[in-house]
C-alpha cells in the first residue's frame, strides 16, 4: 500500500517517507525546547517532558524501526486519526511493530 497517498488522501497538508537511520538525536534539542517554546510542558508531544524514558531509550527503541512517515497536517485530531488508520494499515500488511 502507499501510505504516503493514504495519508493524504485522508487530509493530511504532507507525509513524507523517511529512514530512521538519518534521525540525529541531539540534546540540545531540550534546551531549545525548554527556552524557545512558550509551551513548553503543555503537550504530550514535548520531548523528553513527561517520558519514563531517557533520550538513549528513544534512541534505541527507535533505532530498531528502519522507516517512517512524518504526516503534517493542520490539526491535531487530523494528524492522530490518518497516524492511527496508517498503523492499522501497516500492521494489515504485515509491519507488525507499527507504531504511530
Known amino acids: 500500500m502507499d501510505y504516503i497517498k493514504k495519508a493524504l488522501e485522508m487530509g493530511a497538508v504532507n507525509a513524507v517517507r523517511f529512514e530512521t537511520a538519518d534521525i540525529a538525536f541531539d540534546p540540545r534539542v531540550v534546551i531549545k525546547c525548554i527556552f524557545g517554546c512558550g509551551d513548553f510542558g503543555k503537550a504530550h508531544t514535548c520531548p523528553y517532558q513527561r517520558s519514563p524514558l531517557s533520550m538513549e531509550e528513544y ?37 507488525y511493530f507499527a507504531f504511530a
Do not use: A, V
Not at 496508517?86 to 494489515?92: A, D, G, M, P
Open 59 to 95: 534512541q534505541r527503541i527507535f533505532s530498531t524501526f528502519k522507516w517512517g512517515i512524518i504526516i503534517g497536517c493542520s490539526d491535531k485530531h487530523t494528524s492522530q486519526k490518518i497516524s492511527y488508520e496508517i498503523e492499522r494499515q501497516c500492521f494489515l500488511d504485515g509491519h
